[in-house]
């Protein structure tokens, strides 16, 4: 089939093609993941210097419009999540969720020292649902926390200066110092999960081993980039798309709107508006920000509301 009628196939909401499971599945993202990150970490150890701090608004562009828009899809899953809700459920389930991110970064805003930890915590708990399906709770919150206090184990320096655009610098070395101290106990920790699902789960053990050996090696903003844009966010969409059903791309990307462009506009405009950070690292920062804002209504309202 040549490739315009194949993307036309695609995109056209009149045709049922089950499109994300056409083109990408679960099994056929993890392995493209995993052989481009093996190709990441054979660049470094060649001695090749890729670090998105020395263009730091790229970085920040490319985080908020391939990684922060996944987050829009929050209200499509709510829905889905019900039998038909109507109007005013949506509306009050909105408001909710507007209420928990303002709260958060209005928090963020008068007590950074406090939000720092805070967001990093509930990163741990997000972040754990890239593996829901391959490991327990436990083991999979010591993955996460393993992977997001990795990168302080070689470039401590360069954590605490992310974090220093975040909050105090007295707090953002206190942090990095502490990430640093558990690193090490928390990848050994994570050996054993590994090893516990490597005989039934193979693709997920290998993908974990190569994410953790990516966020020690790699420079912290560099994996960042790498696990958020290409494995959390992409992960997420392909979930998303299965339980809501949509079977065009169109659809899929109409289940994101309006919610997706105010995001990102809300964002740059937090950068350029409220912080008196150079333009670079007042996207990074303002985008972190928003994303611990959005992080915690996600939490609350879309999973803590479907708990059973």
């Given amino acids: 089939m040549p490739i315009g009628r194949m993307f036309e196939q695609y995109w056209d909401v009149a045709q049922p093609a089950e499109w994300c499971k056409g083109i990408v599945t679960s099994f056929t993202h993890r392995v493209a993941f995993i052989v481009c990150a093996l190709v990441l970490l054979a660049l470094i150890a060649t001695g090749a210097r890729v670090n998105p701090l020395d263009a730091p608004i790229i970085a920040g562009l490319l985080i908020l419009f391939l990684g922060v828009p996944h987050g829009a899809f929050d209200v499509a899953i709510w829905k889905a999540r019900r039998n038909s809700p109507t109007s005013g459920n949506v509306a ?9 991110a303002i709260s958060f970064f209005i928090i963020w805003l008068l007590a950074p020292a406090l939000a720092l930890p805070v967001f990093l915590i509930i990163s741990i708990y997000h972040f754990s649902g890239d593996w829901v399906h391959d490991l327990e709770q436990i083991p999979r919150w010591i993955v996460a926390a393993a ?4 990168p302080a184990g070689l ?43 490597c005989m039934h789960r ?4 290998i993908e974990i081993v190569v994410v953790l050996g990516l966020a020690w090696v790699t420079p912290p903003m560099l994996f960042f980039l790498v696990y958020f844009c290409g494995l959390h ?3 997420h969409m392909i979930e998303t798309q299965r339980l809501i059903g949509a079977r065009s791309v169109r659809r899929f990307l109409l289940a994101a709107c309006p919610y997706a462009p105010l995001a990102i506009g809300g964002t740059l405009v937090g950068a350029l508006s409220l912080s008196t950070l150079p333009p670079g690292p007042a996207i990074l920062g303002a985008i972190f920000m928003a994303l611990g804002a959005l992080t915690v209504p996600h939490i609350i309202v879309i999973d803590g509301e479907d708990a059973p």
């Fill in 233 to 235: 966010s992409v992960r």
């Fill in 202 to 205: 193979p693709w997920a053990a």
């Fill in 92 to 100: 009050a389930m909105l408001v909710r969720y507007v209420a928990f």
């Fill in 155 to 197: 470039h401590r320096d360069e954590v605490v200066q992310i974090f220093s655009w975040l909050s105090p610098v007295e707090t953002a070395e206190t942090v990095g110092l502490v990430m640093a101290a558990v690193a090490i106990p928390l990848l050994q920790a994570s050996t054993v999960a590994v090893a516990l699902i």
């Fill in 147 to 150: 992977m997001l206090t990795a």
